[in-house]
């Protein structure tokens, strides 16, 4: 059964860049999958930050692009996410999550970490 | 368009059926898949594709989808549906994907 385990830091100051980690265990890291990074503010709802297929291959949030990097470790079976220069809005909690997919045709994110909260303040 | 619009709040009865809606220009072209949030917990997949449940779904749920609006309907609502749902689908694009603002569902 696969799982998904991310850490990070969970406080950050204005500027800072935020670094988190998704590391995938008891199952396959290759195949048609998208790794993907979402986060959601305090009661509000769900924030599609940007993804890496099995390629290597990155989207992101238009909003976010300039600001955010995904990265894979195939090696460690790791999943990063970068968010620079943060300030309060991206006070948020983050979750990876996993979503198998053949050409156009997506199979649904079957597998999400555990979410990190992350909350930047001076 | 980007954008995936859903009724921010529903209710229904115990029992009772209902239908959560999302509407989106790229729904003609991609299914979407919907996700159940309580509070405090991480999503999960509930519907995917033209209407299809991971193992552990119970068949209450089902999904269905015509032009621009996926649906989502809960056939004999219980106590433990009430949730947060959220459809989610790539965009017209085809390059990036959009949430749905999530429809807060309580069961009466």
């Known amino acids: 059964q696969v799982q998904l385990q991310q850490w990070g830091a969970g406080l950050l100051k204005p500027s800072e860049t935020l670094s988190l980690t998704c590391a995938v265990y008891g199952g396959s890291f290759s195949g048609n999958y998208y790794w993907r990074w979402i986060r959601q503010p305090p009661g509000k709802g769900l924030e599609w930050i940007g993804e890496i297929n099995h390629s290597g291959s990155t989207n992101y949030n238009p909003s976010l692009k300039s600001r955010v990097t995904i990265s894979v470790d195939t090696s460690k079976n790791q999943i990063s996410l970068k968010l620079s220069s943060v300030t309060a809005a991206d006070t948020a909690v983050y979750f990876c999550a996993r979503e198998l997919a053949s050409r156009d045709y997506f199979y649904g994110m079957d597998v999400w970490g555990q979410g990190t909260t992350v909350t930047v303040s001076s | 368009s980007s954008e995936l619009t859903q009724d921010p709040a529903v209710s229904v009865a115990l029992g009772q059926t209902v239908r959560i809606t999302c509407q989106g220009d790229s729904l003609r072209s991609y299914y979407a898949s919907w996700y159940q949030q309580k509070p405090g917990q991480a999503p999960v997949l509930v519907i995917y594709g033209k209407s299809n449940r991971p193992s552990g779904i119970p068949d209450r749920f089902s999904g269905s989808s015509s032009g621009n609006t996926a649906s989502l309907t809960i056939t004999g609502a219980q106590a433990e549906d009430e949730a947060d749902y959220y459809c989610?689908?790539?965009?017209?694009?085809?390059?990036?994907?959009?949430f749905g603002g999530g429809t807060k569902l309580t069961v009466l």
């Open positions: 989610n689908s790539r965009d017209s694009s085809g390059n990036h994907q959009v």
